[in-house]
């Protein structure tokens, strides 16, 4: 339950951090994943922490527009969470799908699923149990970046690697 | 004068048939209402309907006036009389199809049910129609007595009393303003309706969404969830009893049906999966909805009594938003199988499907009107960076866009067909606006916050 707590209280500090990172500039899908490596202050993750797979690793990954292909980049973020859940088992993750405002509610609601479903299944596919993964789809309801433009929607689009907590 | 001018629109109904539907209705209504004597409610004291009727002409794409009329204060009672006369004057404005003249141009103050009015009075400020009448406590009753008059006519064309408990003010001027709208327009009223809708508030990342019913005009609005879960696209059944709806209240997310009166809720279903997109068949027996698998959404029923359920359509794609035509058999739906979210018309249960949106863009959210006469299936569609409102007949051709703009979404009808509300987006708050089918009228819903999906209730009964 304690630890359940904390890890509440990490995701919304990575979400925030990310929306400011987001309004602070226009910055590409690689800068600001990056960015978020240094303004979490890498150094001072625990290894196998909350922290530690949001900013070491990257827990999301981003797609084009109505796509759930995965680009070469959300890959190598995967391989990256893949890598890293093998070392820590302890945790089952939620894969959340999501969609920019730019589509119908009810369809976005099904392109998170599909978003959520490719990654999920990338996960697997590099050898991740199956049993460990679950996905939800959002669709457009929990954009992290707000404005009426594309730098704002292509944040939006994206499959986030949620930790849940030990098995 | 727009007095000898007929319907364009509307050619399948005749006045007989509107006026015996109309008939049966209100008296069922007022029976229902009140239980009181069916002498007490109907028409009374009718003159001949004039030769050449005053009714409006609204077609699409010709040039469109709204008629000009005038509400006086109703009689009786003077603060229920007021009241009444507010209510029905802002009902027939926010229709689009009239223009109620300022009453401060007005001779006379109140015009009474029990009087001929002077023409004269009324034709010297161009007003061609009057809607007068008197508002009066009877035994525990409030009771109101309408006429409407062709001014330039010099003729009744309407004379209706309705009565009802003194905490049902409200909708007795709306079942009021139906009677002189039916009346001028030649279409069923839609005033005396609900609308449910979901009510935004807090900031755009983190949205608290609760469910909401409000009388169509924005009045009376009532919560039926606090807000700690995420609930998506109510759907009124066609008894207006029920809501079915989306929510993320148990983990998955899944289609859930509430009791409007009493707020329990009932999971639809045992699924493995997340369900979404539910809609009523217009018998109330069925449900249709969209099942996830994997990458994939398809569209099933369930019958609500035996709880047995079917799949309806198959494959690789996502097919969502049903909607049921008004006799039942056949469902509207969207579907990303050709590549692109377009609509395609099934029978209800299921097999092959008809592409019926051909037009540049994407098409989603179809809903079939409700009236069976005039055939017409909404929509939101993507075009170029601008999310349109529009409207086509059910074997795709006919497209109408009603209005267009940064974002414009998910269009749901009046229970007479003639209108469609949906959501509009500007600078990041939704709130519900209202079109009518001819592209003429364009017009805000008042809500309380912020607002989406709104779902049209059928005429209360």
Known sequence: MWSELGLIRGAKFAAV?????????????????????????????????????????????????????LTSEARSILDRQAVWLAKY????????????????????????????????DYLIARGVASTRLKTISYGKERPVAVCDAENCWNQNRRAVTVLNGTN | ???????????????????????????????ALLGLAAGLAGTFGASPPAAAQLKITVTPGAAFQPMPIAVPTFTGDPQLGAQVAQIVAQDLKTSGYFTVLDPASYLERSVGADVTPNFNNWRGINAQALVAGTVTHQGGQIVAQVRVWDVFGGSQLVGSQFATS???????????????????TGFKGFFDSRVAFVDESGPKSNRVKKLAIMDWDGANVRYLTRGQELVLTPRFSPSSQQLAYMSYGAGDPKVFILNVASGARQLVGDFPSMTFSPRFSPDGGTLVFSMQKEGDANIFSMN?????????TS???????????????????????????????????????????????????????????????????QEGGSFKIG???????????????????????????????????????????????????????????????PSWSPLTK
């Open chain 2, 166 to 184: 003194p905490d049902n003010v409200r909708r007795l001027a709306h079942i009021v303003a139906d009677a002189a709208y039916s009346q001028l």
């Open chain 2, 315 to 381: 494959g690789a794609s996502i097919d969502t938003s049903p909607s049921f035509s008004p006799d039942g058999s056949q469902i509207v739906f969207e579907s990303d199988r050709g590549g692109t979210q377009q609509l395609y018309v099934m029978a209800r249960g299921g097999g092959a499907a008809r592409r019926i949106s051909f037009g540049s863009g994407r098409y989603g959210t179809p809903v079939w009107s409700p009236d069976p006469d005039n055939p017409f299936i909404a929509f939101t569609k």
């Open chain 1, 17 to 69: 951090l990310a929306t400011s990172l987001t309004l602070a500039a226009c910055a590409s899908q690689q800068d600001n994943a990056a960015g978020m490596g240094g303004a979490g202050g890498a150094g001072a993750a625990t290894p196998g922490s909350q922290q530690d797979f949001v900013v070491n690793v990257g827990d999301r990954v981003f797609f084009t527009v109505d796509s759930s292909d």
């Open chain 1, 89 to 120: 088992p302890r945790y089952t993750v939620t894969v959340e799908g999501h969609a920019d405002e730019r589509g119908t509610r009810e369809y976005n609601i099904a392109l998170g699923a599909r978003r959520s479903t490719s990654a999920r």
């Open chain 2, 304 to 312: 609500l009594g035996g709880r047995a359920v079917q799949q309806l």
């Open chain 2, 1 to 31: 004068m727009p007095s000898n001018v007929t319907i364009a629109t509307d050619p399948a109904a005749s006045p007989e048939t509107r006026r015996a539907r109309r008939g049966r209705r209100l008296r069922a209504l007022a029976l």
């Open chain 2, 391 to 453: 409207v086509m007949k059910p074997d795709g051709t006919g497209e109408r866009i009603l209005t267009e703009g940064f974002h414009n979404e998910g269009p749901t009808w009046a229970p007479n067909g003639r209108y469609v509300m949906f959501f509009r987006e500007e600078g990041g708050q939704s709130g519900l606006w209202l079109a009518d089918v001819t592209g003429h009228v364009l017009t805000r819903v008042p809500t309380p916050a912020g607002a989406s999906d």
